[in-house]
């Protein structure tokens, strides 16, 4: 079945610097997502990526649609404390399956 | 605006007991999902309802696992015959259509003694 690699799986930063995290394929797909996770809550969905090549941004947040439709990026600039959680990518394509979920990326922010 | 929500919030059970687990989707949202979430993992799918249409239940991790759909609206998980590898954090989402964001519910968290 369809997979996505998140990577890294977890990082450890200090507050004030940028993130960088990011998601691959083989498989291509339509649409792509971001959600963050904090404990114990569910996932809140941050950003949505419908066209290759877009770039878009949330706040501090940028994420962008790899062109080749199978990779999807997520940066945040200028971390604070309340970035610590889990950062999800998931791909949507058109075939008859929903939503495809990473493992994640955890993030802790050092102050 | 009210959003995904769960209930209960916090399930602990006896080994061998069986559990329901509740979700209100958005209103007006046509496909719900059910995931499992164990500590520190990613999400697991369980199951998902699109409409009418018969569940996909290709995620469920054996047969003590079930789910309903009552009126195209709230859905129950139900687990029999609970094991403590149950144990984790159920998830519930909905979205408008199968092929749009999902949006979460705030999640049930099962303890299995």
């Known amino acids: 079945g369809q997979q996505l690699n998140q990577s890294p799986q977890s990082m450890f930063i200090q507050e004030g610097e940028d993130v960088s995290m990011n998601c691959t394929s083989s498989?291509?797909?339509?649409?792509w997502l971001w959600y963050k996770q904090d404990p114990g809550e569910g996932p809140v969905l941050l950003i949505a990526?419908?066209?290759?090549?877009e770039l878009t941004s949330n706040g501090r947040l940028t994420a962008q649609f790899g062109i080749t439709r199978k990779d999807s990026f997520l940066n945040i600039s200028a971390s604070i404390p309340s970035d610590v959680g889990i950062y999800f990518c998931?791909?949507?394509?058109?075939?008859?399956?929903?939503?495809?979920f990473g493992k994640g990326t955890r993030l802790s922010v050092i102050a | 605006g009210a959003g995904v929500s769960q209930s209960p919030s916090n399930k602990v059970t006896e080994k061998g007991k069986d559990v329901e687990l509740r979700c209100d989707p958005i209103?007006?949202?046509?496909?719900l999902y059910w995931y499992r979430q164990s500590l520190g993992q990613g999400l697991e799918f369980l199951i998902y309802?699109?409409?009418?249409?018969?569940?996909?239940k290709s995620g469920l991790p054996s047969d003590r696992f079930s789910a309903e759909r009552t009126g195209g609206s709230v859905s129950t998980l139900t687990i029999q015959r609970t094991q403590q590898e149950d144990s984790a954090v159920y998830l519930c989402?909905?979205?408008?259509?199968?092929?749009?964001?999902?949006?979460f519910g705030p999640g049930t968290r099962l303890t299995v003694l």
């Open positions: 989402a909905s979205s408008f259509g199968l092929y749009n964001e999902q949006f």
């Open positions: 498989s291509i797909f339509n649409t």
């Open positions: 990526l419908y066209k290759a090549g």
């Open positions: 998931a791909g949507l394509s058109s075939g008859n399956t929903p939503l495809v």
């Open positions: 209103s007006g949202h046509t496909a």
């Open positions: 309802f699109q409409g009418n249409s018969a569940p996909d």
